[in-house]
């Protein structure tokens, strides 16, 4: 029998190594098998076939075969595990789910979950036009074109998707469509079996089982040639694939947060290189790392209308809040003369602290260095570690009653727009009201049919969502991502208000409002004008100067424990270990405390991000034993989207 190299899936690092097995004569890479290790059996992927036995062993052979993965995805699953300084295993796991047991037939969940789509237009605009002929010669030249598709929202970058998928199904190639939110993924599904019926899949995190069991079975049989879904869908089976969209390129969603920390637009450049395929970078407000590395594409104006006015509201000089004069004017006009309108505001709850007047302490959670959130239900909630406490009737430190309410949450703003402009339905959509199934959809579809009527919300309602007539938008305090102590926080700032702004006025003159007590910040002015080339020229200037990507990249190594002093001791010993081999380090420092444990931060800007991280992973194993003892756990993180 044949002998073949063996990754078990199983988490420990210990046995994070490739094992041999006897196969069969018809067992090849990516098979899926049953194996021995130890006195356990566990799955595992074939990696390779035909290898030389270990010399003095006997080998025993594998059990039953349980399924087969597309072998590329092997080979997509392991540069993650060397990239991203996982395990194989931990990411052999992303592209070999476990397998469910069947189930009776029911719809497709591509069926049940899509809304309506949108009818092909009777012309592509000379841009389109040209955008969709660069995309037909990479599938054609199979040569791995990555491109960046740029454009103002409601300038066709959806058609020039649809238009490419098309070319890529003639070719008798597949198609995998990355939205960053589960929440964008009806609206996607629902445009793409407009045109493609049923061949048209559904992938994310949200399904269950049975559901993802389906589709991977439709997608591997091929009765799915196109997969719409969230980060995970970039792993979808799909042999001969030819072309891979990331909607919404920007979107920081599309890194994931814990183990393996894979971020999807990297694997997806990835994938699209071992496949010869071609990769579409769509955004209307592009990372500068895609701006300054990518073959651009651009559609330069919004089709059949222009884009919106946007006014600075400087907080400064009025006195309502969170709905300032000018806010309660257009809101007016829109209750008289009917539309609808959309209110960001990047906070849940009620009011985001309780402050004592008297002795100046805001109520914090126990667990977490943050403070407590009021909520509508009257408890005070942490939104780190779900931490619940009813509201103090006075001070806890001082006694005092004097207690404030700081700042607005959504829920707030839903108050304050019922009792000022109570002819408005109000529509409130965030984390609390999207937790049910099928809440997210149903609210869509209610503002989607409203007139006269608000939505409200956090950064989602201004992800990717094309609602008619919608001719007023407003983000309530611009200051909220302004003071983040992140370097990108200037970059997000500018997104969000640009991609706001694309939500208005898409059938009709359209405004926005941007409410700040910073009028002069530079991505604000920059939003104000809609120049997105100026934005990045000037952002990556700054990045230049200071080192950080696309010039350079980041690793992060977070370390957390019981207590404040251990996390950075340990750090400051990996530093030691990481001087002297070119890299920029910084810290460590202390971080926000979360879920009872101390935490520290130390940060490398580095042009060899693969070989840091796993020096970092061996100094940290070589120190295993005492990070036991600490109860100490660390995270390095590659290429991280938050600091």
Not at 46 to 54: A, D, L, M, T
Not at 299 to 323: H, K, T
Not at 630 to 638: E, F, G, S
Request: hydrophobic letters at 40%.
């Amino acid at each position: 029998m044949p002998v073949a190299s063996v990754y078990p899936l199983v988490s420990a690092r210990a046995v994070a190594r490739l094992f041999s097995y006897e196969v069969p004569d018809d067992v090849g890479k990516g098979a899926i098998v049953q194996v021995r290790l130890g006195r356990s059996t566990t799955r595992g992927v074939v990696v390779e076939v035909g290898v030389e036995p270990p010399a003095g062993i006997k080998l025993a052979a594998v059990g039953k075969v349980l399924d087969e993965i597309p072998s590329v995805l092997v080979d997509l699953a392991l540069w993650i595990a060397d990239y991203y300084g996982t395990t194989p295993a931990r990411a052999l796991e992303l592209v070999a789910p476990l397998r469910r047991a069947p189930r009776g037939e029911r719809p497709s969940p591509a069926e049940r979950e899509s809304l309506s789509g949108e009818p092909a237009p009777a012309a592509l605009t000379p841009e389109q036009s040209t955008a969709v002929a660069r995309v037909v010669a990479g599938l054609d030249e199979r040569a791995g074109a990555h491109l960046l598709l740029v454009g103002p929202t409601g300038s066709g970058k959806t058609e020039v998707y649809l238009q490419a998928c098309a070319a890529s199904l003639e070719r008798g190639l597949g198609t995998i469509v990355l939205v960053p939110e589960i929440a964008l993924a009806p609206q996607t599904v629902g445009r793409f079996r407009e045109r493609f019926g049923d061949t048209v899949a559904i992938l994310h995190s949200a399904l269950g089982d049975a559901d993802r069991r389906d589709e991977r079975d439709r997608i591997a049989r091929g009765d799915a040639r196109i997969v719409v879904g969230a980060r995970s869908a970039v792993f979808a089976p799909m042999r001969r694939l030819g072309l891979i969209v990331v909607d919404e390129e920007h979107d920081s969603s599309y890194k994931q947060d814990s183990d393996p920390r894979y971020d999807a637009r990297s694997v997806a450049a990835k994938r699209a290189a071992l496949e010869s395929a071609v990769a579409v970078y769509g955004s209307a407000t592009p990372r500068p790392e895609s701006w300054a590395t990518l073959e651009r594409v651009v559609l330069s104006a919004r089709i059949g209308a222009p884009m919106p006015r946007v006014r600075i509201v400087d907080l400064r000089r009025e006195s309502g809040y969170p709905l300032s004069a000018p806010l309660l004017t257009e809101l007016g006009r829109v209750a008289e003369r009917g539309g609808k309108a959309i209110l960001l505001l990047n906070r849940r709850g009620v009011t985001p602290a309780i402050h004592c007047r008297a002795c100046g302490v805001s109520r914090r959670c126990g667990n977490c260095d943050v403070a407590l959130t009021l909520h509508g239900d009257g408890g005070l909630h942490c939104h780190h570690c779900g931490h619940r406490e009813p509201v103090p009737e006075t001070c806890p430190a001082c006694g005092s009653a004097e207690l404030a309410h700081i700042g607005a949450g959504t829920q707030r703003l839903e108050k304050e727009l019922e009792r000022n402009v109570p002819e408005l339905e109000r529509i409130r959509l965030d984390a609390d009201t999207a937790a049910r199934p099928g809440a997210l959809r149903e609210t869509l579809e209610r503002f989607r049919s409203a007139d006269r009527a608000v939505l409200i919300g956090t950064q989602m309602v201004a992800k990717g969502h094309h609602f008619p007539g919608v001719d007023l938008a407003a983000v309530i305090d611009a200051d909220t991502g302004l003071s983040l102590p992140d370097f990108r926080a200037e970059e997000r700032t500018f997104q969000l208000v640009t991609q706001l702004a694309g939500r208005s006025g898409r059938d009709a003159p359209g405004l926005v409002l941007v409410q700040t007590f910073q009028p002069d910040a530079m991505p604000l002015q920059f939003a104000q004008r809609h120049d997105v080339a100026g934005f990045l020229a000037e952002e990556l200037e700054r990045r230049r100067a200071l080192g950080y990507p696309p010039m350079r990249h980041l690793v992060s190594i977070i370390v957390s424990g019981p207590d404040a002093a251990a996390p950075q001791r340990l750090l400051r010993e990996i530093r030691t270990g990481l001087e002297g081999e070119g890299h920029d380090l910084l810290g460590p420092a202390p971080l926000l405390r979360l879920r009872g444990r101390f935490r520290a931060q130390l940060i490398a800007k580095t042009d060899e991000p693969r070989r840091l991280a796993r020096r970092a992973a061996a100094l940290l194993a070589a120190a295993g034993s005492g990070m036991r003892r600490d109860r100490l756990t660390a995270v390095v993180d590659v290429d991280p989207q938050t600091l």
